[in-house]
């Protein structure tokens, strides 16, 4: 098969990934999934295996496989069935990523699956955003095991408003819900027009053949590595509970064409929400991955790519959270730590490739009250690359989102924006520079609950090769004349006219500095 009919193909299969997406933002209710994009969309074949993912985030593109791993044998699966769940502990994520997943059949057949991941405003937690600092899974909002939303065409009508009810803001969920569900509908439509003008038997020929290909490719950038152990350790700088550092340690041995990634001597899972499911790990893997190929230039993404990598983690551990563990910084903040972890060691094999720590937080604000929730994370610095400085004011590695516009969050909700500047001189120094992150003040208009979860407020990141590291993140609240230096993961209740400034961190510089 020639490679320039392979590239056709996967292009039409991401496009259709693509297009899911598209309808998706148009349809949704929420900034967050229309003016932040925090979604993901995705194509697997008939055996639950990867066919092409849209350009969406990675930590949801990521862990999908193992969704699908978890969730293709629980189901007698039929045409006009569509699967929700946002259960971290069969694949999923955290409670805000609502997945649902539709089957595609063709005289039948089953044929393809598609899926949709988005992240909820809220998922009716303890706190307002149901991203806070909690102990226990419940205290996160509802726990959504794998069930049937709509089945053999008919929306289980019953199960989504006693759903919905218990969410805040009800509206604005049950209609990103439906947003979701259009976006799937329109996946079928491409499908079955690829379907019917290129044949059922063609096209999984295609995806078989996409997949040896990536695999191929893949097996290329991993024998480039010498074949010896690489190790790396960082930290987490609490769990929001207990001021303590939680080491994440890899070993990634290089074998021929083969790769083990090891986290069997992290940190066991603690009180706080810090603790990652395996799939979000999985996730992480995936990303640094697939970075590394993308240096060899462009490669389809699909599930060949991940056969050469074994990943080993220990259940109930900081990278492999067993329930009931609280998990919503898991995904968000320990998932970036993971990378910086990755990066670290892979750093030993690949100078000339790898780029120092970026800022290494999604800095997490959720805001709201039984009525409304907002949620939004705020970007940072990237770190310098070699030959390049780092970006500025940017979302790196884990989260691919874009900023809420200043516009649209003070049309909707209680809150003033009254600065949102480039944090100056907060990347680290070095022969590239890391980029600077951000600052962004909030003013309250109403009494509202508020959560920050973020990191690298006690650990700087990283520099390389000599590269001086960038200046940590600061969450500072203002009432009145006092100054309060808030700690990375906080819960608080802030009253009408406080103000909430975070500076986050600039990213690590590269190379020393002539």
């Known amino acids: 098969m020639k490679a320039i009919e392979l590239e056709i193909f996967n292009h039409l299969f991401s496009a259709i990934a693509e297009e899911m997406g598209i309808v998706l933002r148009r349809s949704s209710f929420s900034p967050n999934i229309r003016e932040r994009c ?44 569509m699967i929700i769940t946002n259960d971290p502990f069969c694949g999923g994520t955290h409670l805000p990523d609502i997945t649902l997943i539709k089957p595609v059949f063709y005289k039948d057949n089953l044929s393809f699956f598609l899926i949709v991941r988005a992240h909820h405003a809220d998922i009716g937690g303890k706190y307002a955003g149901s991203m806070a600092v909690t102990t226990h899974i419940k205290e996160e909002g509802i726990l ?35 947003a979701q569900i259009a976006s799937l509908v329109r996946g079928e439509v491409r499908l079955n027009e690829l379907i019917k003008k290129y044949g ?3 096209l999984q020929e295609i995806v078989e053949e996409l997949k040896n290909y990536s695999q191929r490719a893949m097996e290329k950038i991993i024998e480039k590595a010498p074949p010896e152990e690489y190790s790396f350790t960082d930290y987490l700088d609490d769990d929001g509970l207990e001021e303590k550092d939680i080491p994440i340690k890899v070993k990634i041995i290089f074998k021929g064409k083969k790769v083990i990634v090891d986290f069997s001597e992290s940190a066991s899972q603690v009180k706080g929400c810090v603790n990652a499911p395996k799939a979000v790990t999985h996730s992480a893997v995936y990303y640094v991955f697939l970075s590394l190929l993308n240096t060899l230039g462009e490669y389809p993404i699909n599930q060949g790519c991940f056969r050469p990598i074994e990943i080993i983690t220990k259940p109930a551990t900081i990278v492999s959270a067993t329930y009931p563990s609280a998990v919503a910084a898991g995904n968000v903040e320990t998932s970036q730590r993971i990378v910086d972890v990755l990066l670290g060691a892979l750093s030993k094999a690949f100078p000339n490739l790898i780029p120092s720590a970026s ?32 970006l500025s ?93 808030l700690p990375g993961k906080i819960n608080l209740f802030v009253k009408k006219r406080d103000k909430l400034i975070i500076k986050t961190p600039g990213g690590g510089g590269w190379g020393e500095r002539g």
């Not at 907060?426 to 609950?449: A, C, M, N, T």
Request: proline content about 5%; hydrophobic content about 30%.
């Open 38 to 81: 925090d979604f993901s969309c995705a194509i697997f074949d008939e055996k639950g295996e990867l066919v092409s993912q849209a350009s969406h985030i990675p930590v949801h593109l990521g862990a999908m496989p193992e969704t699908m791993k978890n969730i293709l044998p629980l189901f007698n699966w039929k045409s006009g069935d």
């Open 144 to 178: 959504i095991e794998p069930t049937y939303l709509i089945k053999e065409g008919k929306l289980e009508e019953n199960f989504l408003k006693k759903l919905i009810v218990k969410l805040r803001n009800p509206f604005e969920r049950e209609g990103d819900l439906k």
């Open 359 to 390: 800022c290494g937080t999604m800095n997490n604000i959720a805001i709201g009250n039984e009525r409304i929730a907002y949620y939004e994370t705020i970007g940072g610095g990237m770190g310098a690359r070699p030959g390049k400085d780092g």
């Open 393 to 485: 004011g940017v979302h790196t590695h884990m989260t691919n989102t874009l900023n809420t516009p200043v516009e649209a969050l003070e049309h909707d909700y209680p809150v003033r924006i009254e600065n949102y500047a480039i944090r100056k001189k907060s990347g680290g120094e070095g022969k590239y520079r890391g980029g600077d992150g951000l600052i962004r003040e909030y003013i309250f208009l109403d009494d509202l609950s508020v959560t920050i979860l973020s990191e690298r407020r006690k650990h700087k990141p990283f520099g390389l090769f000599g590269g001086k590291p960038g200046k940590k993140g600061e969450n500072i609240l203002i009432r009145g004349k006092e100054k309060i230096y």
């Open 200 to 202: 059922i038997f063609k």
